[in-house]
């Protein structure tokens, strides 16, 4: 089930669920609304998941930065969120989805227990000029059943992650073309 707004809230002031940093009036009927970090990379050449991805990394300036059509961008997420009672789902949402913007497609689930700043797969359909601290997209809160069971106490690769994180898969196969 997910959280309402008023129980976000709530559960923010009793230390349940961590937003950093928090802003009251941006939580929503259903949802927190999250804001874009300061920092991209932009993914380059070709991709090969057996091998780690090459990226240039950037700043966001003030004055925005110009998403193009056909490139891969890794972002962060301003906020840090988690909870170790319930799960998480970041979207984008439809003030991003409405400027050609696809936001984190692939992996939406924040597990319960894994406090971060996600890293967000960005794609673009135009040119779209993006800025630092802008509304990107939603995150909910879900109630979890059954017994818990937090990410923090697993063997995954991305447990310990603190900023943009690129694919680990390369870790799993092994070798690439040559």
Not at 42 to 47: F, S
Not at 56 to 62: A, G, K, V
Not at 136 to 141: D, M, R, T
Request: glycine content about 12%.
């Amino acid at each position: 089930m997910i959280l309402t707004g008023p129980a976000i809230a709530a559960a923010v002031q009793a230390g349940e669920i961590t937003i950093e940093p928090y802003e009251p009036n941006r939580v929503s009927p259903n949802a927190y609304d999250w804001r874009l970090g300061a920092t991209i990379r932009v993914c380059d050449g070709d991709l090969d998941a057996a091998t780690p991805t090459a990226f240039t990394e950037q700043s966001i300036p003030d004055a925005g930065f110009v998403l193009r059509p056909g490139l891969l961008y890794l972002g962060i997420t301003l906020e840090r969120t988690g909870s170790e009672t319930y799960a998480q789902l970041l979207n984008g949402d439809r003030t991003t989805g409405s400027l050609g913007i696809w936001v984190h497609v692939s992996a939406p689930l924040g597990h319960q227990g894994h406090a971060i700043r996600w890293t967000l797969e960005i794609r673009a359909a135009r040119p779209v000029r993006v800025y630092p601290g802008m509304t990107f997209g939603k995150l909910v809160f879900l109630t979890t059943f059954g017994a818990p069971a937090s990410y923090q106490q697993q063997p995954a690769k991305y447990a310990s992650t603190e900023g943009i994180d690129i694919s680990r898969i390369y870790e799993e196969i092994g070798g690439g073309v040559q």
